[in-house]
Structure formats: C-alpha cells, structure tokens
C-alpha cells in the first residue's frame, strides 16, 4: 500500500513539468482587430452582406462581443447581429487575411474585402487583395493554418 503511494505521488510529479507544457498559452492578440477602438474601424459588419457597400456604423447602435465594440449603421443590423454574431463577423477577427496566410497579423482594411460562402474576408489593400484572389484556395488553406498560432505569438 505505501509502495503504491508513492508510486502514485511519483508519477504525479514526473508529468507535472508534461502538463504544465501543454497547458494552452494565453492570446497575445486580441482576437478581432480593432481601429479607433472599434472592430473592423467602426464599420458595420451587416452592412457588407445587406447593403450595396459596407457602411461606417453608428456609435448610437453597437454592441460589445467577445470584448470588442462594433458599431451598426442601423438598429435594424444591430438585431441581426446580435441574433447571429459569427455569421457577420469577419473570418481571421478582421486581420488581413492574406497576411494571415502568410504568418503575419497585418490590419485588414473596410474597404478591401470579399465575401466568399457567405464568409467575410478583410484584405490590406487593394493590391494585397488581387494577391489573394490569385491563388485563393491556397491562401485559405494556409490562413486556416497559421491563424491559431498567430494570435499566441
């Protein structure tokens, strides 16, 4: 019985320095980008899938999720975000997601953006944008990879 104790408390303290590595790190990024203290530099997140253009929002209408302000051009987008954050917010939190795809967390900017199945992309740029349309797929994929990491670096 007491040899099997302190089997027990050894092991215990074998895995302790295994454990504690494998332990998730906390964020080093906030998760959405933000400008101006806004996500997505105050624009509305409803308006690029509801509007003809994407909308600078209203500080009348916003909403604090997942620690972040956004701001609506409407009461009316104010409620469908609120119904369904995740199907508005950008993919990547609203970084660049070519930089993403190529490791690095760079702003994504309001105004160079696609929506792609129903998913909100924010680019750099223009220019950085037509990079990723070229090769798209690849970019995707790679962003899917990189994304995780990038917010613990």
């Known amino acids: 019985m007491r040899r099997w104790k302190f089997l027990m408390v050894a092991t215990a303290l074998a895995l302790t320095p295994a454990l504690a ?37 209203d500080v009348s209408y916003s909403v ?25 917010a950008p993919r990547f939190g609203g970084y660049c997601s070519y930089g993403v795809s190529v ?8 105004t160079a953006f696609e929506i792609r199945d129903g998913v909100l992309y924010m680019l750099h740029s223009p220019e950085v944008q037509a990079r990723w349309e070229k090769n798209r ?17």
């Open 21 to 57: 590595a494998a332990k998730p790190r906390p964020l080093s990024h906030p998760i959405f980008y933000q400008e101006m203290g806004y996500a997505m530099g105050g624009y509305d997140p409803v308006s690029y899938f509801r509007a003809d253009q994407p909308l600078r929002g």
């Open 137 to 153: 797929a690849q970019h995707m994929q790679a962003a899917q990879e990189h994304w995780p990491e990038l917010l613990r670096e």
């Open 103 to 110: 490791g690095y967390l760079v702003s994504g900017d309001p």
């Open 64 to 88: 604090m999720w997942k620690g972040v302000t956004w701001l609506f051009a409407s009461q009316a987008h104010q409620l469908l975000f609120e119904a369904n954050p995740r199907a508005y």
